[in-house]
């Protein structure tokens, strides 16, 4: 049983300075590691607090080492960390906050999972793809984490030895390797 609560979204809106319209949403960002997700995310977030639009970005680091640190990799683990973000998602959009998740979720079930804890909820969700090919991916790859998979150090990692599940309907899809994160995050603002 979930208790309503006695704060409506209408009025968090006026008082964020949203008016009498609902602002709060979830854009969810997906693609493979160092396709370019949490650099759109984190330009993104800066731009709209900048116009003093409520916004705060998940993300792999923010939320493994606190939330879900007792989770690891294997599929049953991903996808209760994908339950998770949704949830926190759905939280921050329904105090009039635009979240910003920027997560692998390799698997179109947990993605749609995530959608749905959003419309369940009437809150807005909107998937963003961000193709980046597996080449420009792994030279992008600051943390070494391709080529430890490609050594055997790193099991069923994503675009190695586990399959990445392309969004087949995506709000947008983002072609970071044809263009800078700047110019990608301005086909979004």
């Given at each position: ?30 693609g ?28 792999g680091?923010?939320?493994r080492?606190?939330l879900?640190?007792?989770l690891g ?29 920027s997560?692998?979720?390799?698997f ?14 009437g ?52 072609k ?14």
């Amino acid at each position: 049983m979930t208790l309503k609560h006695h704060v409506s979204r209408e009025k968090r809106g006026k008082i964020l300075g949203h008016g009498k319209s609902f602002k709060g949403c979830t854009i969810w960002f997906t693609g493979l590691s160092g396709a370019g997700k949490t650099s759109i995310s984190f330009a993104l977030e800066e731009q709209l607090v900048s116009y003093g639009i409520p916004a705060y970005s998940l993300d792999g680091d923010n939320i493994r080492y606190g939330l879900n640190k007792n989770l690891g990799f294997s599929e049953e683990d991903r996808r209760e960390n994908i339950r998770r973000v949704a949830e926190v998602a759905r939280l921050f959009a329904d105090a009039g906050h635009i979240c910003l998740c920027s997560f692998v979720s390799p698997f179109t079930v947990d993605r749609q999972m995530a959608r749905g804890v959003h419309e369940r909820s009437g809150l807005p969700f909107f998937e963003v793809f961000v193709d980046t090919p597996l080449a420009v991916c792994e030279q992008r790859d600051v943390k070494g984490l391709y080529q430890k998979a490609r050594q055997g150090l790193i099991k069923s990692f994503t675009g190695i030895d586990q399959e990445y599940e392309k969004p087949e309907h995506p709000e947008l899809v983002l072609k970071a390797a044809q263009s800078s994160i700047e110019e990608e995050f301005f086909q979004i603002s």
